[in-house]
């Protein structure tokens, strides 16, 4: 069994939630790991050369709708409070790395996560708990880890890649369409995530596996 508090990682929040609630499970309750997937270089080096380019800049440069306020990509670590639920004997609290975040000058806060992909309406939904769990820690934290609040907007930087050609170098270019995918923020809806997510934990048994589960 695990120690109480349960340590919850906000990518699986999205990912490993959707893909298998066995596997999410087997991870938290009884400590079985998938095995490690390798992971493609080139999303890595993209991933620092965004970082690296909106580093200091306005949050107008992120989306013209966005207050006034500055770009920081110092990828903090963040870690909440406990996480204590009625009804419930478990309890969970949240920890990861966020890419961004954005200092808005009303004292208020943004949190951004980037993505390297065509954008799509159903990212939002998706990526909401990810967002939402970096923003419940920065408002709850734990002792001596990063305090910040209001968190006011959360949301995805979603970079589309796209080539030309150029005939006179025989040369590839790669330039990249952003889009600012914006996640309304209510903290009431991701503790009622958090919920659901300590009901599954609380089985005496692993649930079924999920229909598309490449592991179970």
Same mark, same amino acid.
């Not at 991870?27 to 200091?56: E, N, V």
């Not at 065509?118 to 002792?143: D, N």
């Given at each position: 069994?695990?120690?109480?508090?349960?340590? #919850?990682?906000?990518?699986?929040?999205?990912? #490993?939630?959707?893909?298998?609630?066995?596997?999410?499970?087997?991870?938290?309750?009884?400590?079985?790991?998938?095995?490690?997937?390798?992971?493609?270089?080139?999303?890595?080096?993209?991933?620092?050369?965004?970082?690296?380019?909106?580093?200091?800049?306005?949050?107008?440069?992120?989306?013209?709708?966005?207050?006034? %306020?500055?770009?920081?990509?110092?990828?903090?670590?963040?870690?909440?409070?406990?996480?204590?639920?009625?009804?419930?004997?478990?309890?969970?609290?949240?920890? %990861?790395?966020?890419?961004?975040?954005?200092?808005?000058?009303?004292?208020?806060?943004?949190?951004?996560?980037?993505?390297?992909?065509?954008?799509?309406?159903?990212?939002?939904?998706?990526?909401?708990?990810? #967002?939402?769990?970096?923003?419940?820690?920065?408002?709850?934290?734990?002792?001596?880890?990063?305090?910040?609040?209001?968190?006011?907007? #959360?949301?995805?930087?979603?970079?589309?890649?796209?080539?030309?050609?150029?005939?006179?170098?025989?040369?590839?270019?790669?330039?990249?369409?952003?889009?600012?995918?914006?996640?309304?923020?209510?903290?009431?809806?991701?503790?009622?995530?958090?919920?659901?997510?300590?009901?599954?934990?609380?089985?005496?048994?692993?649930?079924?596996?999920?229909?598309?589960?490449?592991?179970?």
């Amino acid at each position: 069994m695990p120690t109480n508090p349960i340590k #919850l990682s906000p990518s699986d929040l999205t990912f #490993l939630w959707d893909e298998c609630p066995r596997c999410f499970y087997l991870k938290y309750i009884q400590r079985i790991m998938r095995p490690a997937a390798p992971f493609p270089s080139i999303f890595g080096a993209i991933d620092r050369l965004m970082k690296a380019h909106f580093a200091g800049r306005p949050a107008r440069e992120i989306d013209a709708t966005l207050p006034p %306020g500055v770009i920081s990509v110092s990828e903090k670590w963040v870690e909440s409070l406990p996480i204590t639920l009625p009804d419930h004997a478990l309890s969970c609290f949240v920890r %990861g790395k966020i890419d961004a975040m954005i200092s808005f000058e009303d004292g208020s806060y943004g949190v951004v996560d980037f993505k390297t992909s065509e954008p799509k309406p159903s990212q939002i939904p998706f990526y909401s708990r990810q #967002l939402h769990a970096y923003a419940y820690a920065f408002e709850h934290p734990a002792p001596d880890k990063p305090n910040l609040s209001p968190i006011s907007r #959360l949301g995805l930087l979603v970079e589309a890649p796209h080539a030309t050609w150029v005939e006179s170098t025989d040369e590839i270019n790669f330039h990249f369409t952003s889009t600012w995918l914006e996640i309304p923020y209510k903290e009431a809806g991701f503790l009622r995530f958090i919920d659901k997510v300590l009901d599954l934990l609380e089985l005496p048994e692993p649930p079924p596996a999920g229909e598309k589960c490449e592991y179970c």
